[in-house]
């Protein structure tokens, strides 16, 4: 695929899901480092970081168990990039935790690319 076509909708949670169950499976760093533009940026409750800590943010912490994706929405960024957002509701042991999200994904080198990442609370 070159451009965005009438599947990004699918494309793009498919991108989604891939990253949650990268987590989900004690993978997310190593994920992200490959599923991420060059220069990334993350958008948390308190700041904004980058690609180093981004990818040792997972490092030490505990999987997830369970997530969903509640109420996506698609917006269209051009021919190569769109915006994914979406409520997520994630378990892990007692602990459910609500966010809202949203990832831009931009498309070369013959794949999506994390460009920027946010999440809040719900």
């Known amino acids: 695929m070159t451009e965005i076509t009438d599947d990004l909708p699918a494309i793009l949670l498919r991108e989604e899901h891939a990253g949650w169950k990268a987590i ?3 993978r997310g760093g190593e994920h992200y480092a490959r599923a991420m533009t060059r220069d990334p940026l993350m958008i948390v409750p308190g700041g904004a970081i980058g690609r180093d800590d981004i990818v040792s943010s997972f490092a030490g912490t505990v999987p997830w168990d369970a997530y969903e994706i509640h109420e996506p929405a698609i917006v269209r960024l051009g021919e190569r990039a ?21 990832t831009t994904y931009l498309y070369g080198g013959g794949s999506w690319h994390v460009a920027l990442h946010q999440q809040s609370p719900a």
């Open 24 to 26: 989900l499976q004690g």
């Open 82 to 102: 769109g915006i994914v957002a979406y409520r997520a509701v994630a378990t892990r042991g007692n602990e459910t935790v609500e966010l809202r999200m949203s």
